[in-house]
């Protein structure tokens, strides 16, 4: 069975870091892209934050670039998102995803997910 746990959401003051963990069982990690995604109150669409290839190519969304940075280990079977210079707009349901092919508007419904960690940002 294929889990994904996420871990390290919680409250955080604008210009505040948080680091949310994700980690994975069930697959082997060096074979999947493994990202994370945003769900926003009142959407039903998990928006992609940032993603990383197996190879360590990464994907940002350009409202986090350079503010958040994703990193993952294979052997742990873990994927970080270190998130600093947090804004109110950062809040949300975060998820983690593993999945062949992640990348913005792609089709999500073979993606692995978390259960989600809810980060909030205030003003």
């Known amino acids: 069975e294929v889990q994904l746990v996420e871990s390290g959401g919680g409250s955080v003051q604008a210009g505040g870091s948080l680091r949310l963990t994700c980690t994975v069982s069930?697959?082997?990690?060096?074979?999947?892209?493994l990202g994370w995604f945003r769900q926003d109150p009142g959407n039903e669409r998990r928006n992609l934050v940032a993603?990383?290839?197996?190879?360590?190519?990464?994907t940002y969304d350009k409202s986090v670039k350079d503010r958040f940075r994703i990193s993952r280990d294979n052997m742990k079977s873990v994927v970080y998102l270190e998130m600093s210079r947090m804004k109110p707009e950062d809040s949300g349901v975060y998820y983690c995803?593993?999945?062949?092919?992640?990348?913005?508007?792609?089709?999500?419904?073979?993606?692995?997910w978390g259960q989600g960690t809810q980060v909030t940002v205030s003003s």
């Open positions: 995803a593993a999945a062949k092919t992640i990348c913005f508007g792609c089709d999500q419904s073979t993606h692995f």
């Open positions: 069930g697959l082997t990690v060096d074979r999947f892209e």
């Open positions: 993603s990383m290839e197996s190879d360590g190519e990464t």
